[in-house]
């Protein structure tokens, strides 16, 4: 992709976001439709929808060679990452849009043969569009995003999970990751992977680790937290594969080290 075609493509997926997001805004006292997906936590509603199908309906009609990778179903079924494909989550942190009307975003990362090409964040309620284009640096709005910290001590880092990390559960030791917990500054919980992205990228969280992510709720993030050189791996340290699900690590990249070494290669069941 040259830089003409990502200018332009960029362009007009900040005006459908922008278009997406004043909809949602318009409509959020509206009652929902609230509908319950993989358990009775996993939540969509009828706005998830719609906006999916906003962001498809027009990308099929402007780009008509493009492929959709999306989270509700108005995209395409892929078994490679070949060719331009839009990875869209219409609203990530579908609770949070359900239950507190806030802190959820429209995560949309456009690669090109498997290589992150743009990434937009867009937290609605706040009216904030985090996005990235490749080699070109990090924006929020229109303020450039500074290189992340590689300095910043371990023990003053800020770190964004959840708590089924400090549960009892299959994959890693609570009790060592209660450690990581105490040793670090502090840790959050947004609800919303795009957004904890858009944190890491703007250098307010030095780490995101989360155990299980779809390809919609990461690629914007991957695009944009690179160019602030930021990794994103999986919470072992390896390559993400696009096409499934997969644990995720996120930030910068000397806490990041650390966490993946001594903390959960360690607490690996
Ligand atoms: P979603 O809101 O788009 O579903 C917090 O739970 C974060 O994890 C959100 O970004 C949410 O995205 C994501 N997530 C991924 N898989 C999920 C699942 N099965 N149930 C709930 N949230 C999930
Ligand atoms: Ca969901
Ligand atoms: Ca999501
Ligand atoms: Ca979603």
Known sequence: MNKAQRDTIFSQAKQWIYEAGAKIREQIHTPLTIDTKSNPNDLVTAMDRSTEAFFAKNIKHTYTDHLILSEEGYGDQLDSMDGIVWIIDPIDGTMNFVHQKRNFAISIGIFNDGVGEIGFIYDVMEDVLYSAKKGEGAF???????QLNRGVPFHQAMISMNHFWLCENRLVEEKRMQQLVKDVRGTRTYGSAALEFAYVAEG?????????????????????VNEVGGVTTTIDGDNIDMLSKTSVAAGNPVIQEKIITDYIKQARK
């Open 204 to 224: 307010i969280i030095d780490n995101y680790l989360t155990l299980s992510l779809s390809p919609w709720d990461y690629a914007a993030g991957m695009v944009i």
């Open 140 to 146: 929020k709005n229109n303020e450039r995003l500074p």
